[in-house]
């Protein structure tokens, strides 16, 4: 197992700001926060960087994290806490159990996921300590939320299923009804698929036919790797590109037969977070990301960013910072979070994912924000996205019931 | 004038400096003008308070946002964002006369009762600026936490309130050292701060929490909250922003930003007398002198509201430039 751990020194540094001396440095209690990493995560491999893909990852997301802990550092002194942020890299995601306990016995807490599905549910179910608390930052899996979802598992990134709706939403308000859907035959495009179908379903979308794509150039695949023949058959108003990695999506818009608007992996794509936004505090977050991390910001900072938020929110509510109780705290609906996207962000206590706005966005433009005006949700508007209470197989809220 | 010199006598009890801020403003005549920030336009809208016809647009810097008028009524500072400058209007030609070199991003501000110093809250860089107008030049910045927004200068000179939309806290900073005296929690994402007339309390509206602390001066702790419900609008979209209080003491009148509305509320027992809807995200307001009317300015309908505070009702709905963002009353 390659580790690696280091403490941020410049923690410590914090604490002297804004003319407020301490006593000592002694009383000043530290509160770990461990990222976990996958060092083969092909989400990060660099020509995939590089390519700067739609609500893509542009890199790690250590820098997020960073920005999150500084700006957290009243609400920490406030209460006589420093976080102090520890980063670890597994080579094989079944090395996660291991590392889990260990830092656990440290005395870590919170532990933020940058980890692909599968790794997320090793992580989740390996923990023995009743108060850690998992923030899955970037894997979008249903299935997470779902039958997979577990009781110290909280969701900060949506689910595909936010975002499927989110888009469908759109296409739906815009009247584009009629979509041609290309996806390619992996797994997780076969989910993505799903999920768009479901969303599809519940907004009134019409899938019009359903294409396998396959990135590639040989002739005798070509009705799975031509644009041309993919998209020249069919009658429809839009093009969805159900791509989770974004690289076959990136080709499409300007390339399909139709002169038709390409939405999904490519062209209009939802997102959860996007450097383009201006409202909501969004430009002064952009910009402080911008100054540290040396690249605009994506969905996977904003979701690092985000959990630390989480956390400080949390340390800031408690009168003494207390592991056993934060959880319920946080699941209860009092607990608000501000995203600098609007709405006062909470979770749902059904799946404990974070309630969000998403966002279509365009390359370098937020087109607009769901839920769309006229999308009505009879108790929060934000539950028209993703899993309503009752939907979907997750059975923990009774568990979280008990725990108080 | 019976009214102005009672409020001077409760005045005179709180703190001598007091006295000096009920007279000054009285000695001048007024303009007569309404002004409103266009954040979009570049501009500072003015129109005729009565009528409320427009007079003329004053070119700004970029981003015109928070306005404040001088105690004599001469002068209209407003801090332009994306300038990195206060404004400084003449009232007399209408005009920009000076350019303050602020610092980064200058979101609200507030200036000592002695008028010699300006206290800038810096968007971007989580600072305080302190810039001597006497000096015309920047003495001190004072690290706060980030997106700091509200700022208030305490009447006798004492003390600077800044809310930090990041932090969730009111920071008091001690004006003779210049450093931090206490960190206040409150909601999330505080925007603005009002004094009640007897200066025991201190409101602050909590944008995203949706609710107004009210904190005891004396003690620097939360002594309650306010929460609303208008009717027909949904939790998540009450956004407490602008408050203007009544110089009587009794009333308050809170912007609801996203929820559309304008909240009354008796200030003494804080029961919310009434809701008045009014534009798309009511954000900034003011009131007129002799508190008749109320003037609210709607973010994402362009526009501004006049309200008759006597039947709390819009009585008129003036087109108002690209995102109106502040409005100050001058009659």
């Given at each position: 197992?390659?580790?690696?751990?280091?403490?941020?020194?410049?923690?410590?540094?914090?604490?002297?700001?804004?003319?407020?001396?301490?006593?000592?440095?002694?009383?000043?209690?530290?509160?770990?926060?461990?990222?976990?990493?996958?060092?083969?995560?092909?989400?990060?491999?660099?020509?995939?960087?590089?390519?700067?893909?739609?609500?893509?990852?542009?890199?790690?997301?250590e820098e997020a994290v960073k920005l999150a802990i500084k700006e957290s550092r009243f609400a920490a002194q406030k209460k006589g806490l420093k976080f102090d942020l520890t980063r670890h890299e597994v080579a094989a995601l079944n090395e996660l159990p291991?590392?889990?306990?260990?830092?656990?016995?440290?005395?870590?807490?919170?532990?933020?996921?940058?980890?692909?599905?599968?790794?997320?549910?090793?992580?989740?179910?390996?923990?023995?300590?009743?108060?850690?608390?998992?923030?899955?930052?970037?894997?979008?899996?249903?299935?997470?939320?779902?039958?997979?979802?577990?009781?110290?598992?909280?969701?900060?990134?949506?689910?595909?299923?936010?975002?499927?709706?989110?888009?469908?939403?759109?296409?739906?308000?815009?009247?584009?009804?009629?979509?041609?859907?290309?996806?390619?035959?992996?797994?997780?495009?076969?989910?993505?698929?799903?999920?768009?179908?479901?969303?599809?379903?519940?907004?009134?979308?019409?899938?019009?036919?359903?294409?396998?794509?396959?990135?590639?150039?040989?002739?005798?695949?070509?009705?799975?790797?031509?644009?041309?023949?993919?998209?020249?058959?069919?009658?429809?108003?839009?093009?969805?590109?159900?791509?989770?990695?974004?690289?076959?999506?990136?080709?499409?818009?300007?390339?399909?037969?139709?002169?038709?608007?390409?939405?999904?992996?490519?062209?209009?794509?939802?997102?959860?977070?996007?450097?383009?936004?201006?409202?909501?505090?969004?430009?002064?977050?952009?910009?402080?990301?911008?100054?540290?991390?040396?690249?605009?910001?994506?969905?996977?900072?904003?979701?690092?960013?985000?959990?630390?938020?989480?956390?400080?929110?949390?340390?800031?509510?408690?009168?003494?910072?207390?592991?056993?109780?934060?959880?319920?705290?946080?699941?209860?609906?009092?607990?608000?979070?501000?995203?600098?996207?609007?709405?006062?962000?909470?979770?749902?206590?059904?799946?404990?994912?974070?309630?969000?706005?998403?966002?279509?966005?365009?390359?370098?433009r937020v087109i607009n924000r769901a839920p769309l005006e006229g999308f009505l949700h009879p108790v929060n508007n934000l539950d028209v996205l993703g899993n309503d209470q009752g939907e979907g197989q997750c059975k923990i809220s009774k568990e979280i019931?008990?725990?108080? | 004038?019976?009214?102005?010199?009672?409020?001077?006598?409760?005045?005179?009890?709180?703190?001598?400096?007091?006295?000096?801020?009920?007279?000054?403003?009285?000695?001048?005549?007024?303009?007569?003008?309404?002004?409103?920030?266009?954040?979009?336009?570049?501009?500072?809208?003015?129109?005729?308070?009565?009528?409320?016809?427009?007079?003329?647009?004053?070119?700004?810097?970029?981003?015109?946002?928070?306005?404040?008028?001088?105690?004599?009524?001469?002068?209209?500072?407003?801090?332009?964002?994306?300038?990195?400058?206060?404004?400084?209007?003449?009232?007399?030609?209408?005009?920009?006369?000076?350019?303050?070199?602020?610092?980064?991003?200058?979101?609200?501000?507030?200036?000592?009762?002695?008028?010699?110093?300006?206290?800038?809250?810096?968007?971007?860089?989580?600072?305080?600026?302190?810039?001597?107008?006497?000096?015309?030049?920047?003495?001190?910045?004072?690290?706060?936490?980030?997106?700091?927004?509200?700022?208030?200068?305490?009447?006798?000179?004492?003390?600077?309130?800044?809310?930090?939309?990041?932090?969730?806290m009111v920071h008091v900073i001690d004006i003779e050292s210049k450093e931090i005296i206490e960190n206040i929690v409150v909601g999330n994402r505080p925007r603005r701060m009002e004094l009640t007339r007897d200066l025991t309390e201190l409101w602050v509206?909590?944008?995203?929490?949706?609710?107004?602390?009210?904190?005891?001066?004396?003690?620097?702790?939360?002594?309650?909250?306010?929460?609303?419900?208008?009717?027909?609008?949904?939790?998540?979209?009450?956004?407490?922003?602008?408050?203007?209080?009544?110089?009587?003491?009794?009333?308050?009148?809170?912007?609801?930003?996203?929820?559309?509305?304008?909240?009354?509320?008796?200030?003494?027992?804080?029961?919310?007398?009434?809701?008045?809807?009014?534009?798309?995200?009511?954000?900034?307001?003011?009131?007129?002198?002799?508190?008749?009317?109320?003037?609210?300015?709607?973010?994402?309908?362009?526009?501004?509201?006049?309200?008759?505070?006597?039947?709390?009702?819009?009585?008129?709905?003036?087109?108002?430039?690209?995102?109106?963002?502040?409005?100050?009353?001058?009659?």
């Open positions: 197992m390659r580790f690696i751990r280091f403490l941020l020194g410049s923690c410590i540094l914090y604490l002297s700001v804004g003319g407020i001396s301490f006593a000592t440095a002694t009383e000043i209690q530290s509160v770990q926060i461990a990222l976990i990493e996958y060092e083969d995560d092909p989400r990060y491999k660099a020509n995939i960087i590089d390519a700067r893909y739609q609500a893509q990852p542009w890199g790690r997301l291991s590392l889990i306990n260990e830092l656990e016995a440290q005395g870590t807490y919170f532990f933020l996921l940058d980890l692909p599905g599968e790794g997320v549910q090793y992580v989740a179910s390996a923990a023995q300590h009743p108060s850690s608390l998992f923030f899955n930052l970037s894997a979008l899996d249903n299935n997470l939320r779902s039958e997979y979802c577990h009781s110290n598992l909280l969701h900060i990134a949506p689910s595909r299923k936010m975002l499927t709706d989110a888009m469908a939403q759109y296409l739906v308000s815009k009247k584009w009804k009629e979509a041609l859907v290309l996806y390619s035959d992996n797994e997780e495009d076969k989910r993505y698929l799903s999920s768009l179908q479901r969303s599809a379903k519940k907004f009134g979308l019409d899938i019009v036919s359903e294409k396998v794509f396959k990135l590639g150039n040989d002739p005798r695949d070509r009705y799975r790797n031509n644009i041309s023949l993919l998209t020249a058959k069919d009658d429809y108003d839009v093009v969805f590109v159900a791509d989770s990695k974004g690289e076959f999506a990136v080709d499409i818009p300007y390339s399909i037969v139709k002169p038709r608007p390409v939405v999904g992996a490519a062209g209009l794509v939802a997102d959860w977070w996007h450097w383009a936004w201006d409202r909501n505090g969004a430009p002064q977050v952009n910009k402080r990301f911008l100054k540290k991390g040396k690249r605009q910001m994506t969905g996977y900072d904003w979701s690092a960013w985000m959990a630390v938020k989480v956390i400080a929110e949390g340390v800031l509510r408690q009168d003494v910072f207390d592991p056993k109780n934060f959880q319920p705290m946080l699941l209860s609906s009092e607990f608000k979070v501000d995203g600098a996207k609007g709405y006062p962000l909470t979770f749902k206590p059904w799946d404990q994912q974070l309630r969000q706005p998403i966002f279509l966005t365009s390359l370098n019931g008990k725990k108080k | 004038m019976s009214k102005f010199f009672k409020e001077c006598e409760s005045g005179l009890k709180a703190t001598a400096l007091a006295l000096s801020l009920c007279v000054i403003p009285q000695a001048e005549a007024s303009s007569g003008y309404v002004f409103v920030s266009s954040e979009k336009d570049d501009v500072v809208t003015v129109f005729n308070a009565e009528g409320m016809n427009k007079v003329t647009e004053i070119n700004t810097s970029e981003r015109p946002r928070a306005m404040k008028l001088s105690l004599d009524g001469s002068l209209l500072y407003v801090a332009c964002g994306d300038d990195d400058a206060i404004d400084v209007i003449d009232v007399s030609t209408l005009k920009v006369k000076q350019s303050i070199d602020i610092g980064e991003d200058p979101d609200r501000f507030d200036i000592s009762p002695d008028e010699k110093f300006l206290y800038a809250s810096n968007e971007d860089d989580g600072l305080v600026t302190v810039y001597s107008l006497e000096e015309n030049k920047k003495i001190a910045e004072i690290e706060v936490g980030e997106e700091p927004e509200g700022v208030l200068v305490s009447p006798d000179n004492r003390l600077v309130y800044v809310t930090s939309e990041v932090a969730n509206s909590n944008e995203v929490g949706g609710t107004i602390t009210i904190l005891d001066t004396a003690t620097f702790t939360q002594t309650a909250e306010l929460k609303f419900a208008p009717k027909g609008m949904r939790a998540e979209s009450i956004s407490p922003v602008g408050m203007a209080m009544t110089k009587d003491g009794s009333r308050a009148y809170v912007t609801l930003g996203g929820a559309n509305h304008v909240a009354v509320v008796d200030t003494k027992t804080h029961k919310i007398i009434d809701y008045i809807l009014v534009g798309k995200r009511a954000w900034g307001v003011s009131l007129n002198s002799d508190e008749t009317r109320l003037y609210v300015t709607n973010g994402k309908s362009d526009d501004l509201a006049v309200i008759d505070t006597a039947r709390l009702k819009v009585i008129k709905s003036v087109p108002a430039g690209r995102v109106p963002h502040d409005v100050v009353v001058d009659d």
